[in-house]
Nanobody, 117 residues
C-alpha cells in the first residue's frame, strides 16, 4: 500500500502561481510514474500531467501546456506541480497519482485549488 499526501493548494487570484507537492510513502518511488489529475465541480476527473520515473520525460494536457511544470525529487519521494498564470478554469481539486506503465494504482486525497477572477 502506498500513501500519497498532497499539499500546497489554496486560493489565488487569476494570473498568480501555486506549487503543489505530493509526498509518497513508497520506498520504490523512483521506479514509478507519477501524475497529477484534477476534478472540477460537476465534471469528471481529468489528466493534467505525468512524469516518468527518471524525470526525463513529461506529458501535459493541452489546457496547461506552457503554464504548469511537473518535476520530481526521487530522494525525497516527492512530486511537484508548479502552476503559473493560473486561470479561474483551473479551479479544481488536484490529485496526485502513482502508477506503473499502464495503470494509476494509488491516489492522494486531493488538495483544493481555487482561482478567483
Amino acid at each position: 500500500q502506498v500513501q500519497l499526501v498532497e499539499s500546497g493548494g489554496g486560493l489565488v487570484q487569476a494570473g498568480g502561481s501555486l506549487r503543489l507537492s505530493c509526498a509518497a510513502s513508497a520506498r520504490t518511488f523512483s521506479r514509478y510514474r507519477m501524475g497529477w489529475f484534477r476534478q472540477a465541480p460537476g465534471k469528471e476527473r481529468e489528466f493534467v500531467t505525468a512524469i516518468i520515473r527518471s524525470g526525463g520525460m513529461t506529458s501535459y494536457a493541452d489546457s496547461v501546456k506552457g503554464r504548469f511544470t511537473i518535476s520530481r525529487d526521487n530522494a525525497k519521494r516527492t512530486v511537484y506541480l508548479q502552476m503559473n498564470s493560473l486561470k479561474p478554469e483551473d479551479t479544481a481539486v488536484y490529485f496526485c497519482a502513482f502508477g506503473g506503465l499502464s495503470n494509476w494504482d494509488y491516489w492522494g486525497q486531493g488538495t483544493q485549488v481555487t482561482v478567483s477572477s
